[in-house]
């Protein structure tokens, strides 16, 4: 177990001890603030050195290193005076005006709460967290992957259509659409930020100087309107070395769907929107009577087919019932094969997103700009001996390496196969369509089933006349 590993354990389990902490999200919660605060005050060591001038936005006596990084400084009940006294109060207070660090910080706290109760364990945190060194390479890159594990914790996710995506259904996803340096990318329900990392990932060996870097720095960006999930976001960025990480607390649905316009499309979204959560009321009506509904997930679809460029790309997680609804959802995907090719759907098999939800979903990958002519599916098949998945055996990227080897060559076979836009026509758009390759390969002759039925049936009836004289001879 490496030593950030253990430092996080350590964390926590300090945290179980204080009352005022109930449950993983408070836990998380708690926990992601103090590390920005730490992960901050390392990225200030960096940028007075790298940035012209820079001026810290936090107040002297507020800076993590004048009342956190002295292991024997504050603690007790003076230290949690100062916290909802003094910290809190001037950080949710900052004028945004001052500088670009200054908005991120005040975005980061304006719906941040202090939940531990205890100055003594929470003195115990902080010295725990102070044995973190964020502007070491190593030591971030590891955080990066216990970072994951947190955000598996957050038991309480689902409730409201929120299903963190698998790190492999996300690398798929970014693989595939794979993003070009210059290239805007979106993700307009960014949770935690596993989308956009995942795109900074793929980009890296583009960069090749400073330039390159703040051209990556200004490309990605997300939204998020919970603020834990906007908190991991952000603080997800900093440590992929975003310095002004571009993640703002807002709900784009609630902006009407005719002010959107040309200045705001992008090359690329990449988004795994909430299904199965219902939107406020009112929400809908921002949007044209066409598409009119309180399904999130729709709202969502119909908005980044709008926000495309021409020849803008997109990767979107969407359950079935996307795919197979009828009255509005026809409507949708009317629209979606009318203005973009839906050149492919993964269709992923039970289990992707356990523990969250057990509901099936599809990948659906998409370029706006021309109508589509065909679609082709490809069906996932779960690994050698595995009939699902779960949390200790989760879906791993390993497993699309069959799906990319087919991608740009094309063919059908056992799980892959095409349908026309005629045919989906005349299915009313419902694009619920299983693979046609395993119902030949597993249905068998119509006799066949008949006799098996017949041979079934007799036994039944066996079964139940010996049922019979059995309680016939006990009643004697």
């Not at 660090?101 to 205890?118: G, P």
């Amino acid at each position: 177990m490496s030593n950030i590993t253990t430092n996080i354990k350590g964390i926590r389990d300090i945290m179980r001890k204080d009352t005022g902490v109930d449950g993983d999200a408070q836990r998380i919660s708690q926990m992601v603030w103090m590390l920005f605060m730490k992960i901050f005050s390392d990225k200030e060591e960096e940028w007075e050195i790298t940035i012209d001038d820079y001026e810290s936005p936090i107040p002297e006596h507020l800076k993590w290193q004048n009342w956190a990084a002295d292991d024997e400084g504050k603690t007790g009940d003076e230290l949690m005076e100062f916290i909802e006294t003094e910290l809190f109060p001037v950080l949710k207070d900052l004028d945004i005006t001052i500088s670009p660090q200054a908005k991120i910080i005040r975005s980061v706290f304006d719906d941040t709460y202090n939940f531990m109760k205890n100055g003594t364990l929470f003195r115990q945190v902080i010295n725990v967290i102070n044995e973190i060194d964020f502007n070491n390479s190593t030591e971030s890159h590891l955080f990066n992957d216990i970072y994951e594990t947190i955000l598996k914790d957050l038991q309480s996710a689902g409730s409201s259509g929120e299903y963190y995506t698998p790190r492999a259904v996300t690398q798929f996803m970014v693989d595939m659409i794979n993003p070009q340096l210059g290239e805007s990318i979106l993700d307009p329900a960014c949770g935690t930020g596993g989308f956009l990392t995942c795109s900074i990932d793929a980009m890296r060996s583009q960069v090749k100087d400073h330039k390159d870097r703040a051209v990556l720095q200004q490309s990605i960006r997300g939204i998020e309107k919970k603020p834990l999930p906007h908190l991991l976001c952000t603080t997800n960025l900093m440590l992929h070395g975003f310095d002004l990480p571009a993640v703002r607390r807002d709900n784009l649905l609630s902006k009407p769907y005719a002010d959107w316009g040309a200045k705001d499309k992008l090359d690329i979204i990449l988004s795994n929107p909430p299904f199965g959560g219902v939107e406020e009321d009112g929400t809908e009506t921002n949007f044209p009577k066409k598409f009119r509904t309180k399904e999130t997930a729709d709202l969502f679809l119909a908005l980044i087919i709008k926000l495309l460029k021409n020849n803008g790309r997109c990767a979107i997680v969407l359950p079935d019932g996307t795919l197979f609804g009828e009255g509005m959802k026809t409507r949708l995907k009317e629209e979606l094969l009318d203005k973009c090719n839906l050149h492919t759907i993964v269709r992923l098999p039970n289990g992707v997103f356990n523990p969250y939800t057990s509901i099936k979903t599809n990948l659906l990958f998409f370029e706006k700009g021309t109508p589509t002519k065909e679609v082709w599916y490809y069906e996932h098949q779960y690994p050698k001996g595995a009939k699902s998945y779960n949390k200790s055996k989760p879906i791993n990227i390993k497993e699309f390496d069959v799906e990319k080897k087919w991608w740009n060559k094309r063919v059908e076979n056992e799980y892959a196969w095409k349908v026309s836009i005629e045919d989906i026509k005349k299915r009313n758009y419902n694009l619920d369509i299983k693979n046609p390759h395993q119902e030949v390969d597993t249905l068998e002759k119509p006799e066949v089933i008949l006799e098996k039925f017949r041979t079934t049936e007799t036994k039944i009836s066996n079964i139940q006349d010996e049922i019979i004289n059995v309680l016939t001879e006990a009643l004697k």
